[in-house]
């Protein structure tokens, strides 16, 4: 799947990914979220369908500031990030999307793996 084409909790869950952090079993401690690193490793936990980086800024913000990603209107309707180091680019119709789709693109390139998402 092209990544400018991630939304919603599915765009949220490659944010994760492209932090390092996958599902491991078991997927949720009441009513949490389990993380785990690549070695299966607990990383930590969130509240459930807490993680919404493409949506709360306290989330995408810090991880825009931590990947110098910036972002600017391209229309009245869509809206285009840069991750600067790696210059990738992601478009949306909010910067946050924008931002988070600029992100996972410069973890991962222009598209993702359908169907990876559900257990890393």
Same mark, same amino acid.
């Given at each position: 799947?092209?990544?400018?084409?991630?939304?919603?909790?599915?765009?949220?869950?490659?944010?994760?990914?492209?932090?390092?952090?996958?599902?491991?079993?078991?997927?949720?401690?009441?009513?949490?979220?389990?993380?785990?690193?690549?070695? *299966?490793?607990?990383?930590?936990?969130?509240?459930?369908? #807490? $993680?919404?980086? %493409? =949506?709360?800024? @306290?989330?995408?913000?810090?991880?825009?500031?931590?990947?110098?990603?910036?972002?600017?209107?391209?229309?009245?309707?869509?809206?285009?990030?840069?991750?600067?180091?790696?210059?990738?680019?992601?478009? *949306?119709?909010?910067?946050?999307?924008?931002?988070?789709? #600029? $992100?996972?693109? %410069? =973890?991962?390139? @222009?598209?993702?793996?359908?169907?990876?998402?559900?257990?890393?």
């Amino acid at each position: 799947m092209r990544v400018n084409e991630l939304i919603g909790a599915q765009l949220d869950h490659w944010v994760a990914r492209a932090n390092g952090w996958t599902f491991g079993p078991p997927h949720k401690i009441h009513e949490f979220d389990v993380w785990r690193d690549s070695a *299966g490793k607990i990383t930590g936990t969130i509240p459930a369908q #807490a $993680y919404k980086p %493409s =949506k709360n800024w @306290d989330q995408g913000g810090l991880i825009m500031g931590e990947h110098a990603i910036g972002f600017h209107p391209i229309s009245d309707a869509e809206w285009l990030a840069e991750e600067h180091v790696t210059a990738c680019t992601g478009r *949306g119709p909010t910067p946050l999307i924008a931002a988070m789709r #600029a $992100y996972v693109a %410069s =973890k991962f390139g @222009d598209e993702v793996q359908e169907g990876s998402e559900s257990n890393g």
